[in-house]
């Protein structure tokens, strides 16, 4: 399921478009009192999200490229991925909440199917 923003917006060049997971303590701060240190400490781990649009050139650098040369993309739309807590630049428009836009080497792990 798209929503407005991804069909108005595309990402280009080597980027990624990321929608961030809310972690567990996330979900339940607003309905407990949770210990500012607990939070703090949730919020410097990696970031888990799921992947919703793959830039055209992600991937193309030579060092990137499969054995026999071919340039594969890591990630595809829809695959869960772990990125780092800081990477990549929130996006601040209506319809974009919890999105990242990351550089394709930001990708630190893929989750396996």
Do not use: C
Not at 35 to 57: H, R, Y
Not at 84 to 106: F, H, K, T, W
């Amino acid at each position: 399921m798209t929503t407005p923003f991804e069909e108005q917006w595309q990402a280009t060049g080597p980027r990624i478009l990321v929608r961030r997971d809310k972690t567990e303590l996330q979900k339940m701060s607003s309905l407990l009192h949770i210990p500012e240190d607990v939070l703090k400490k949730d919020a410097s781990a990696s970031v888990t999200g799921t992947v919703l649009q793959v830039g055209e050139q992600a991937y193309n650098l030579p060092s990137q490229a499969a054995r026999d040369g071919q340039q594969l993309p890591w990630v595809k739309p829809g695959d869960r991925v772990i990125i780092g807590q800081y990477a990549g630049s929130r996006i601040l428009v209506e319809g974009a909440e919890d999105m990242v836009i990351i550089n394709d080497e930001d990708v630190l792990m893929i989750m396996r199917e």
